[in-house]
């Protein structure tokens, strides 16, 4: 299914290092994030006053606040494409990072109204009603949301997106509150015992849990997180392959968000090596990593000495 909706939607969707395409990755998730949600608000709102269930109705508007946080990443998506302009001369990548923390903020406060319904629900327990078509619609939402949370994975390892990582965490919650919302309705029916309000603590609880991880993540680029150690042994190796190079240190990577990446790093040549010849070792180290890598590097050459057995 996912690759049939990007063979569909996004040209060249294979090539997901270059800007334009993972935009149209980012957009294309939003936008069948924001469809899907849309159906579930109105298919478990209508069944909620069907079973006078205030879990139902309550998981309805979550799903509302779940299009928001589509529409929230599709802006995200749309800003983080522009390119660089004199007040932002490193462009706007960031801004899907910003996206991802106030996706991630939604389930936070998703978290805290399930809480308060839930235990406003135990406090005053309401009598609920069930039926063949609010068992399906509940079983059909579950079934859409886990897709969903697959589908959101999915094009977020695709991409390398926190947004849609944190879109895909959000889903999965609301599968979980779900199927939360129908044991219970249907224990009530069958037992006549009501735990609608306690299960919705429950995995309010779990949902605040993972909020708050979400929040971690999502700002960590943010506030500067240093490069993984994969990246720092890849830059490492590739710069040392080049021929004369003898090592390099000083590596630093700065973050301006996914393929905007600026790297300055010394690299350690013979000091008996000829200016030029240093000067084309180090401009085709950067071309290769701009073209190939999306990656700005600014190289500094470090003449060291090197043994009598060194050969040019």
Not at 33 to 49: P, Q, R, S, Y
Not at 50 to 70: E, Q, R, T, V
Not at 102 to 110: K, T
Not at 236 to 258: F, N
Request: charged share 20%; glycine share 8%.
């Amino acid at each position: 299914m996912i690759e049939f909706l990007l063979r569909r939607f996004v040209k060249n969707y294979e090539n997901v290092n270059k800007p334009s395409v993972r935009t149209a990755v980012g957009n294309l998730a939003s936008q069948t994030g924001v469809f899907c949600n849309l159906l579930l608000v109105i298919g478990k709102i209508t069944v909620g006053l069907l079973a006078s269930s205030g879990a139902i109705i309550a998981d309805g508007f979550n799903n509302l606040m779940d299009a928001a946080g589509a529409v929230i990443t599709l802006v995200g998506f749309r800003f983080a494409a522009k390119k660089a302009d004199k007040k932002h001369p490193f462009g706007h990548g960031r801004f899907e990072y910003f996206a991802g923390l106030i996706v991630a903020v939604l389930v936070l406060l998703v978290g805290f109204e399930l809480a308060k319904s839930g235990i406003m629900e135990i406090i005053r327990p309401t009598a609920i009603n069930f039926s063949r078509i609010i068992f399906l619609v509940l079983l059909a939402s579950i079934l859409l949301k886990i897709w969903m949370a697959w589908f959101y994975y999915q094009l977020s390892l695709r991409i390398g997106s926190s947004a849609l990582k944190a879109l895909s965490v959000d889903s999965r919650n609301d599968a979980l509150i779900t199927t939360a919302v129908l044991l219970t309705t249907i224990l009530a029916h069958y037992t006549g015992i009501n735990l609608d309000g306690w299960a919705s603590l429950g995995v309010a609880l779990f949902i605040l849990y993972s909020g708050v991880e979400l929040i971690k993540e999502t700002a960590d680029p943010l506030l500067g997180l240093a490069p993984s150690p994969e990246l720092v042994e890849y830059i490492t190796s590739k710069i040392v392959s080049y021929e004369h190079v003898q090592g390099i240190h000083d590596l630093l990577v700065h973050d301006y968000g996914p393929n905007r990446r600026y790297v300055s790093v010394h690299v350690e040549m013979p000091s008996e090596l000829d200016s030029v010849t240093a000067h084309e070792i180090i401009d085709r180290i950067e071309r290769d990593f701009l073209k190939n890598d999306h990656i700005h590097m600014i190289i500094h050459n470090d003449p060291v000495e090197v043994g009598e057995d060194y050969e040019y």
